[in-house]
């Protein structure tokens, strides 16, 4: 039986996590494996908000010859296609859930306001945020961390398609070792790549801590809301 040391969390989900192993578009089969996690979790009593990315169908800084701004503007849109996708999922599963947007578009979601989203949460609603921060040149590790400090949470939560963070890449060298702890300042000086340095930076000044943790496996969601730091890496 699990017993959660947190009360509230935020989430961040990438887009290419709902991608699977397509890398692109939205794999309904692992949206339902994610959502079944969500709710093992919410089932627990823990309150919980999501921030989901749009990679697997735009990455704006990576555009060649458009805008930065327009691109990133597209980059939001795409999220708020993996949003809507996460709600029905976990609707499905009954549970209440409200999308928040950055950027207004009232006919499907709500614009995001700090009480609203914190009530939301209170009365046992999961809060998924969409368009990122609203802002170009920020991404939505910067909106994890960035909400994460406005909801209040107690620990933000990087669901990977890898079990924590290595000092180097476990695909290409199977010596790489994995680290249980981390500071903030080390992501930054050895320059890894689990969120940007902008997002480490605003939860090191807000003190949120960070655990990096494998989506692969449903069980390790589990253990990281109980304190199990064996199933990922906790960065503080």
């Given at each position: 039986m699990y017993h959660p040391k947190y009360k509230r969390v935020i989430m961040k989900i990438s887009g290419e996590a709902l991608a699977g192993e397509t890398q692109t578009g939205i794999?309904?089969?692992?949206?339902?494996?994610?959502?079944?996690?969500?709710?093992?979790?919410?089932?627990?009593?823990?309150?919980?908000?999501?921030?989901?990315?749009?990679?697997?169908f735009w990455r704006g800084k990576?555009?060649?010859g458009m805008d930065r701004t327009t691109a990133d503007h597209m980059g939001m849109l795409a999220t708020v296609i993996n949003a809507l996708a996460i709600q029905d999922a976990l609707e499905t599963r009954e549970i209440p859930v409200r999308v928040q947007t950055a950027l207004e578009?009232?006919?499907?979601?709500?614009?995001?306001?700090?009480?609203?989203?914190m009530r939301?949460?209170?009365?046992?609603?999961i809060v998924v945020f969409a368009c990122g921060t609203g802002n170009p040149f920020f991404s939505t590790d910067t909106?994890?961390?960035?909400?994460?400090?406005?909801?209040e949470a107690e620990v933000i939560l990087m669901a990977k398609?890898?079990?924590?963070?290595?000092d180097s890449d476990p695909a290409k060298n199977p010596n790489a070792k994995k680290f249980s702890e981390m500071k903030y300042?080390?992501?930054i000086s050895n320059e890894l790549q689990v969120m940007d340095n902008t997002a480490v930076t605003l939860c090191k000044e807000n003190k949120i801590p960070i655990?990096?943790?494998?989506i692969e496996d449903p069980e390790n969601m589990l253990k990281v809301i109980s304190g199990d730091n064996s199933a990922g890496t906790i960065i503080r």
């Open positions: 794999n309904q089969d692992v949206v339902n494996k994610i959502t079944d996690s969500i709710k093992s979790v919410y089932d627990l009593g823990v309150e919980i908000a999501l921030v989901v990315g749009g990679g697997n990576t555009s060649e578009m009232s006919r499907i979601a709500e614009p995001y306001v700090r009480r609203r989203a939301h949460l209170e009365k046992g609603r909106a994890v961390a960035l909400r994460g400090a406005e909801i398609n890898i079990d924590g963070v290595y300042m080390d992501i655990i990096v943790f494998g």
